[in-house]
């Protein structure tokens, strides 16, 4: 059973940065970052695989954001630069037993979500 837990959201003015951390308990072949701001899908936005390190990222967050993980593999950490207000969103943490969590159909598992505010 893979459990997960977020911290480190809050408000931000833009141009700053944030760190979200998220607690993995079991093992799952992927974890990722998932986000859904107001009357917005939910969006994937990075994911690492845990057997091989890969890591990848949607299009809006790529050179901004950056996913990584501890070595002991039980924390999930994004990075994120340079927000923008249209990065305000509630994150998520997800998992799945896939070999990328940027898909949601895919994700088995989901953390409670911690919001981010991004102030212009």
């Known amino acids: 059973q893979v459990q997960l837990t977020e911290s480190g959201g809050g408000s931000v003015q833009a141009g700053g940065s944030l760190r979200l951390s998220c607690v993995v308990s079991?093992?799952?072949?992927?974890v990722g970052w998932f986000r859904q701001g107001p009357g917005k899908e939910r969006e994937g936005i990075a994911s690492i695989n845990n057997s091989r390190g890969t890591k990848t990222y949607a299009a809006s967050v790529k050179g901004r954001f950056t996913i990584s993980r501890d070595n002991a593999k039980t924390t999930l950490y994004l990075q994120m630069n340079s927000l923008k207000p249209e990065d305000t969103a509630m994150y998520f943490c997800a998992a799945a037993d896939k070999w990328s969590c940027l898909i949601q159909r895919d994700i088995g598992y989901w953390g409670q979500g911690t919001q981010v505010t991004v102030a212009s």
């Open positions: 079991g093992s799952p072949l992927c």
